[in-house]
């Protein structure tokens, strides 16, 4: 009979917990749930000579709008509310630490970047980063290829990253619009 009446208490507890949870009014702050918006993602001129970067950015920024359901991102002007434009300015590989017979072990990408989120019917400006520095460090070796990959996976950390950030920073502006 006790054991009856502690699962019946441990019961009523749980239940009593998550009715309180799910009216406390939580919600994920990473995802827009305002008036549906339409975000014509520009392609993104590359002036670094590391091929790709513009469609690698679009494909980032594609999955992380993806997440909220009243934003949707198109690649034609017309119809849009927003308009989310950037430029790659240049790409640097500052050596960062040296090992024996001077030979460079660790690098560091550092991207220069500028970007402005505009809404299309005001011409009013959102957000405007003129000038950014996106850096990310890796290790070499002495394998060209293994060089090659960790760069690659610098820069992708570095795209998934500022995509985040974008993202992030519009939806907590859209409420405002």
């Known amino acids: 009979m006790k054991k009856v009446c502690l699962f019946s208490l441990i019961v009523v507890v749980l239940i009593v917990v998550l009715l309180i949870v799910a009216a406390c009014g939580y919600h994920n702050p990473n995802i827009y749930n305002g008036?549906?918006?339409?975000i014509y993602l520009a392609e993104w001129k590359n002036r670094t000579s590391r091929l790709g970067l513009d469609s690698q950015i679009y494909r980032s920024l594609t999955r992380w709008f993806q997440k909220s359901k009243s934003i949707s991102t198109v690649r034609k002007k017309e119809g849009a509310?927003?308009?989310l434009a950037g430029e790659f300015i240049s790409q640097e590989l500052p050596s960062l630490s040296y090992g024996k017979n001077s030979t460079t072990t660790e690098v560091k990408v550092k991207l220069r970047l500028r970007y402005i989120l505009k809404e299309i019917s005001s011409n009013k400006i959102?957000?405007?980063?003129?000038?950014?520095?996106?850096?990310?460090?890796?290790l070499t070796s002495s394998s060209s290829t293994s060089n090659l990959n960790n760069e690659r996976e610098a820069l992708d950390t570095i795209i998934d990253d500022l995509s985040k950030i974008i993202y992030q920073r519009t939806i907590t502006e859209l409420p405002k619009l």
């Open 35 to 38: 008036p549906s918006k339409t």
């Open 81 to 83: 509310d927003l308009i």
């Open 126 to 138: 959102v957000i405007e980063v003129p000038n950014a520095v996106w850096t990310e460090e890796y």
